[in-house]
């Protein structure tokens, strides 16, 4: 068998403008192929990227109110399909004032909403968020002046008979949130300093978390990954919840993504199947050549089944050559794709994306194809008889 593949090379090299033409075939297939991954792979992980980015389209906002114990929220947090879940008070959607601590006399009006660590809205910035400590958004720094580190107090007004009450939270402003969680000024803090100052507006002022029996109105609700969204909407509408979620975008993006894998591998197949054609066309008639020189070779005392490995060696050596001839033509076309328009049409990202893997997967694939065609070439090979070469002498 090892005499039959050094003879396959041989063969070969002594034809190597006619093996070479078949290699360029299988390169001239594959390498649209490849092209059209890189450029499906780009667009796609541009688009889902995108969203996955967006921690707003994995948002469920609850329309209007709805009474929710703080049970509900626990046995929702606990949810695999939950990235997180904090609970929205009632007076704090009207605006909190904050001011330097130690001159708490003249604030900055801003909203108070409910935090912690793992809010996707405020990414790393929800890291810093320990106890005593605040994120406040980009525009709230930008009209008063803050930085992180700076000592704070957040006060809340009660109006009463006796005149205006007022209740100080003094916290330490730990990051500034991205300038893409808001563009309001809005503070985002713990629940206990929230409690602490709705109680004081709306109960006993020394009252500094919820009552266990406290219901609250709202929530603020982000699902783990974009396919979770509407598991989740599902869910809660049948709860009896009105919410409003970007499943619908959502699913559109998904369905390109669906619909163009089908797309290709359908032109896959119809590739494969053309390359497999090729070989076994090319391997077939290359062993009727040389059907006399192969028969000599079983007069020879070459057994038939070292023959066998003739047209096998010499297919999988075909299209490992055009394999690899295609992926550094799509490497080379794709990086010129990405030069030209990358930037112009998405923003930076990459327009065609050829990961190692597809390479991996021509280069390996291909071989695997080349040996199942050059089965064709195979019977008439173990057909030869060694009298044949001595009749045409």
Known sequence: MMLAARLALADM??????????????????????????????????????????????????RGHMPLPPEWFETTRARPDVAFIAPRMRQLAQPVDIGPAANPIRGTNADFVVSAPGDPLLGAAAREM?????????????????????????????????????????????????????????????????????????????????????????FRLYARDITDVATLERDLLAQGMEIRTEVGRIGWTLSIDQNLTTLFAVLTACGAAGVAVTLAVSLWGNVARKRRSLSLL??????????????????GLIALIGSLLAAGTALAVGAMINAAY????????QLCVIAPSHILIACLGAPVLALLASLVAVRPVLRIAPSEGMREQ
Do not use: C, M
Request: charged content about 15%; cysteine-free; proline content about 6%.
């Open 13 to 62: 090299r002594h034809d190597a403008g006619l093996f070479a033409g078949v290699a360029l075939t299988v390169t001239a297939v594959l390498a649209p192929l490849l092209l059209l991954l890189g450029l499906k792979t780009g667009v796609i992980e541009h688009l889902v990227g995108g969203l996955r980015a967006d921690p707003q389209v994995r948002e469920i906002v609850l």
């Open 342 to 349: 990358g930037t112009a049409y998405l923003e930076g990202s």
């Open 130 to 218: 320990v106890a005593g400590s605040i994120v406040i958004s980009q525009r709230l720094a930008q009209i008063s002046g803050f930085k992180p580190g700076d000592e704070v107090a957040v006060w809340a007004i009660r109006r009463a008979s006796t005149g205006n009450q007022r209740i100080d939270a003094r916290a330490r402003i730990a990051a500034i949130a991205p300038a893409a969680a808001t563009q309001n000024a809005v503070v985002y803090g713990p629940l206990a300093t929230a409690a602490s100052l709705e109680a004081f507006q709306e109960r006993d002022a020394a009252q500094a978390a919820p009552a266990p029996a406290y219901i609250f109105p709202s």
């Open 298 to 315: 079983r007069l020879l005392g070459l057994p038939a089944r070292a023959l066998v490995v003739f047209p096998l060696v010499q297919g």
